[in-house]
């Protein structure tokens, strides 16, 4: 009797059978936690992009661009987790796997973890996304729970799990769901994602079954279907769970523990819902989330053994009592825990149930400018005393060649400024792409992980820490300007204070003496610039070379040397008189002596134009640090060889003239360059010594 009751009724008004009816009509969904993540960053095909990376193409999620503070670089990182969450939504091994981002501290781990957390919790906050779960009401008719009346599912199962598990036969709870109008392939794809009930959930239900002699109707009567909150301050959805001491971290802390308060309501002391599972960080994520095992390897060995059991089985498992889980791992983990880690032969089973993923740091010079600029803060800043403090104009280039240069290995094919310069897409002489990517590749396959390409560095915290001793320094507070020259002083002050190993900080001593080359190629720039009166002097004075070498040998050019073309920028025709004096004294500068070497530099240069003009109109050669160098140097000699040398007149005010020449040019650079008076003597100063000169 009880069985036919099962099987014809229709309480189509129930919240449960309400859910259904929005899952199959589509405006609600029955997916796991790894097809939501897969869906949401590759849900509009218009946010992939494919790009080039160090010489390889890969892929761009542009999901992970959004925002003021978003994740900048992490390309192979990215494309890694990406393909993880694929597999896994597709049912293959990675569903039975934690990924696990190992790399030296301040590199961005933590950062792409609680960023990808925060795009989850937005994400589902689209009442489309929206996850649910169901609680069971009126439990004081049923008795035995004393005061308590409702119990929401501990591990927040979807609503469709219960619809799985209506009946104990399998057959039954399709033909019910085929009855509700559910189609043979709605069904299927449902149980693709088949998960048996928790044990309390199934326990209750069991106890509704019997108080309902199995009357369908009336057992749905007693279940709710809510949303699943998306708190991030509570856990639930993305939680957290760092690595603690060994006196204080305890499993508890992950699968809950036996609750004295439940115990003295229960009736049954057998009853699974005695667990507070919900006092642990999984089950609070166990409905669809993200976990977050931070520094994982750190954790004591019988928390290890937890996780292993989590990760393989998917399961919270306390006395027997099974709740299955539906969440995806991440783990963290710094490449000295990982190591030390790994000796512990032992251990071995877990890193097999992990997908090792080894970020590096940040080698792209552009986006570190970006990391740069986040690191100096956009809140305008003040002195101690509550002055505005002025930020020099090369203060970001400084601080991101610095760091960078510090994560470039060193290599026999290529220097640190050339790598630093490919990685970046710039131009590096006559060095290619294709030689960074064999310098990687060869780098990549070595068994220490720290010798890897982009593995040892300055981190982002290292200049964070450089930024704050620059701001203390007495010349900072009481100039009321970062002086850029400064930085320097601030960056060898955190690499004796925080780089133990004495090789690395050697190393680092000697990529800071590159770095102070490449800000005096900078500081030229800008002396040349304000002398000219000029922004943008030197790079007309680049682009006149580059046109004049291009037209030198065009057909229609006459005997008075004037060369008429289409300027790519404006599209507007323009006139330019070749100066083949200038173009040998800017070539002579750069150590080329004769015609062939010549002819084949202005060839380079030729092709790398026409390469980057058709990707970018407004390309202005400006980073090639050894074209700009030569064409300053030569228009500093040519421009003032009448009246001595330019640093002897800003050196040497004592005449009426070089005083007004110098008020001049901080005049410029004040009012056109972006400089304070400050910042603008002391780079002026430092242009008139001759140190870091190459």
């Keep these: 009797m009880a069985k036919r009751k099962e099987m014809n009724t229709t309480s189509s008004n129930a919240p449960l059978l309400q859910h259904l009816s929005a899952v199959l009509a589509g405006d609600r969904r029955f997916e796991n936690v790894f097809q939501s993540v897969s869906r949401m960053i590759l849900g509009d095909s218009a946010k992939i992009e494919k790009v080039t990376v160090n010489g390889r193409p890969t892929y761009d999620f542009k999901v992970f661009r959004e925002g003021k503070k978003h994740i900048i670089g992490m390309f192979d990182e990215i494309n890694s987790f990406v393909s993880f969450v694929k597999d896994a939504a597709e049912g293959g091994s990675s569903a039975e796997m934690a990924f696990v981002l190992i790399g030296e501290p301040g590199n961005g781990k933590t950062f792409f973890v609680d960023y990808l957390s925060g795009l989850y919790r937005q994400f589902l906050m689209n009442p489309e996304n929206r996850r649910y779960t169901f609680r069971f009401v009126g439990l004081d008719k049923i008795g035995g729970y004393g005061k308590i009346e409702r119990i929401e599912s501990q591990t927040f199962e979807d609503p469709m799990i219960l619809l799985m598990n209506l009946f104990e036969e399998k057959e039954k709870n399709q033909d019910f769901l085929a009855r509700q109008g559910a189609n043979d392939k709605q069904i299927a794809t449902f149980w693709k994602n088949y998960r048996p009930l928790g044990a309390c959930s199934y326990y209750v239900w069991n106890q509704i079954r019997e108080y309902c002699d199995g009357d369908l109707d009336r057992m749905l009567s007693f279940v709710e279907v809510v949303p699943v909150p998306v708190s991030e301050s509570r856990g639930v959805i993305t939680g957290k769970y760092a690595a603690k001491d060994k006196i204080t971290s305890s499993a508890v802390d992950l699968l809950g523990e036996e609750a004295i308060t439940r115990l003295l309501h229960l009736a049954n002391p057998d009853n699974p819902y005695r667990f507070d599972l919900r006092r642990g960080a999984l089950a609070r994520v166990a409905g669809g989330g993200i976990h977050f ?132 897409g710039e131009v590096a002489g006559e060095k290619s792409l294709k030689t960074l990517a064999e310098v990687i590749a060869e780098l990549n396959t070595d068994p220490d992980i720290t010798k890897r390409f982009g593995q040892k560095g300055l981190g982002h915290r290292n200049l964070g820490r450089a930024i704050q001793v620059l701001l203390e320094r007495s010349e900072t507070q009481e100039g009321r300007c970062m002086y850029a020259g400064d930085a320097f ?96 004294s800017v070539e002579e500068r750069m150590g080329l002596k004769t015609k062939e070497q010549k002819q084949s530099y202005r060839t380079t240069i030729a092709k790398i134009y026409g390469q980057k003009i058709i990707k970018d109109p407004n390309y202005n050669f400006m980073d090639n640090n050894d074209l700009v160098k030569a064409v300053t140097d030569v228009r500093l000699k040519s421009d003032i060889a009448g009246a001595g040398s330019l640093v002897g007149a800003l050196a040497n005010r004592t005449n009426e003239e070089n005083q007004k020449l110098y008020n001049r040019m901080i005049a410029t650079m004040t009012g056109k360059l972006g400089y304070c008076p400050t910042c603008a003597q002391k780079t002026i100063e430092y242009f008139c010594t001759q140190d870091d000169a190459s």
């Design 293 to 424: 095992a931070d520094e994982i390897f750190k954790n004591k060995r019988d928390l290890v053994q937890i996780y292993l059991g989590v990760i393989q089985n998917r399961t919270i498992d306390i006395e027997g009592f099974k709740w299955p889980l539906d969440t995806l791992i991440i783990a963290t983990s710094n490449n000295a825990e990982f190591a030390r880690f790994l000796e512990e032969k032992e251990q071995a089973p877990i890193v097999d149930r992990c997908r090792l993923c080894y970020m590096s740091h940040n080698t792209n010079f552009k986006l570190q400018k970006e990391l740069s600029s986040f690191a100096i803060g956009s809140i305008e800043k003040t002195t101690f005393t509550g002055q505005e403090l002025h930020i020099d104009p090369n203060l970001n280039y400084t601080l991101s060649a610095s760091v960078i240069l510090s994560r470039m290995p060193r290599s026999d094919k290529l220097t640190p400024v050339e790598m630093m310069k490919l990685a970046a």
């Design 489 to 584: 002083k601030a960056l060898e002050s955190v690499i004796l204070d925080y780089v133990q190993d004495a090789n690395d900080r050697t190393k680092y001593f000697e990529d800071l003496k590159i770095a102070r080359s490449l800000y005096r190629e900078q500081v030229m720039t800008a002396v040349f610039n304000a002398y000219m009166d000029e922004p943008n002097a030197v790079e007309r004075d680049v682009m006149n070379y580059v046109n004049m070498i291009i037209g030198i040998d065009a057909k229609n050019l006459g005997p008075d040397k004037l060369w008429t073309y289409r300027d790519p920028q404006t599209g507007k025709l323009v006139s330019l008189k070749i100066d083949e004096t200038f173009i040998n």
